[in-house]
Structures are given as structure tokens and as C-alpha cells.
């Protein structure tokens, strides 16, 4: 789950950043996170909770945490990148936000218990927040339509409003510290993202 929610996006995203920055036309990087981040409040950065590893400790796999620690690092990753190409000053031509599409009903509940994911659904349903994946592509195509020069923005279900994240996921020391470790971790693997900056 970290691999996919999070890894697989930070190693193609700096794959894909000479290109962009080569472009003659400006980009968008839209990163899809979840509004659970917020249940994170407290992170360790080392390879054991970026690769995933040290969720195995436990007898039954935690997926909602790590669920919730992959979103998390996905934004800590959007405001770190955001942050380093202002520094580049290639602000004004690569623009990154972050999308949370909000209670999306998904196949995401498919390792909970039938009766437990039906129950929730039921629930989600009868407070009206649970949505049609018609409806929660709508923050993630604000993102993506959002008008030139909107970067580092977190955008939230839809009709372009924008929420502040949770503290922690602004915190730009673990962000940093989050953008070394992974660089580092996919510098000992053969996928070649070597660089610690850009």
C-alpha cells in the first residue's frame, strides 16, 4: 500500500521532472490523497515506516493505518516538492496540489468484513456524505483545472474548495526529512532515482 499510494508516485513524479521542466508548456502534478491523514498524529520517518515494513509487526495487517500514513506522506511529499521548486524558482512552470475526492464509494473496504463495509456504507449513506466516484473525481479535475499559478493548494470534494491539511502534514522538517529517506531508499534499489534534490 505505501508502494502504491505513495513510493510508486514520489519515484515517477521525479522521474518525469526534467521533462516537465524542459516543456515549453507549463504542467500540473495532481497527488490524490485522503482526508484520514488526519488521524496520523505523530510520524516517524525512517525505512521501516516508508517501505511499509514497520507495520508488520502486528498479528493482523493494520491497512487502515497504513492507508492513513501513505496518504499522509503523499501531501508531506506535494508541500516538500512545491516548497523545493520555488527554490529552483521553476514555481512558475511546474505546479503540484493535492486532491482528497472525500468519502468515495469504492471497492477501498473489500478486505473489511462484508458486514462491517455494509454497515459503514449504510451509515456513510444515511449522513449523506458518502459519494458517487462521478462526484469525488470532481476535486481531483478542480486540481487539474485549476487556473495557472495555483501550486501547493489541497484541494477538497469538489466545486473548487479548498481546505488547510492537517499540521503534521505541513511540518517541512519531516518533509524534508521524508523526501531524504525515500530518495535514499529508492537509491539502493536498480530504479534509478538517485538525487536527493532535484
Known sequence: ?????????????????????????????????????????????????????????????????????????????????????????KSHHIFVTAADPGVVQTNIMQEVPASLSCLAYFALRHLRVLQSPECGASSIIDAALAPPGTSGVYFFGGKGRTLNPSALSRNSKLALQLWETTCNMLSQTGFGVEEKKM
Not at 505513495?6 to 521532472?17: M, V
Not at 490524490?32 to 498524529?41: A, K, L, M, Q
Open 1 to 89: 500500500m505505501m508502494g502504491t499510494n505513495y513510493i510508486g508516485a514520489f519515484a515517477l513524479t521525479k522521474l518525469l521532472l526534467p521533462l516537465l521542466g524542459s516543456s515549453p508548456v507549463s504542467s500540473k502534478i495532481v497527488n490524490v490523497t485522503s482526508f484520514t491523514h488526519r488521524n496520523v498524529t505523530d510520524m516517524q520517518v525512517d525505512e521501516g515506516t516508508v517501505s511499509g515494513n514497520r507495520f508488520f509487526s502486528s498479528k493482523q495487517y493494520p491497512y487502515a493505518q497504513v492507508y492513513e500514513y501513505s496518504k499522509l506522506c503523499l501531501l508531506l511529499f506535494t508541500f516538500e516538492l512545491h516548497r523545493q521548486l520555488c527554490l529552483m524558482e
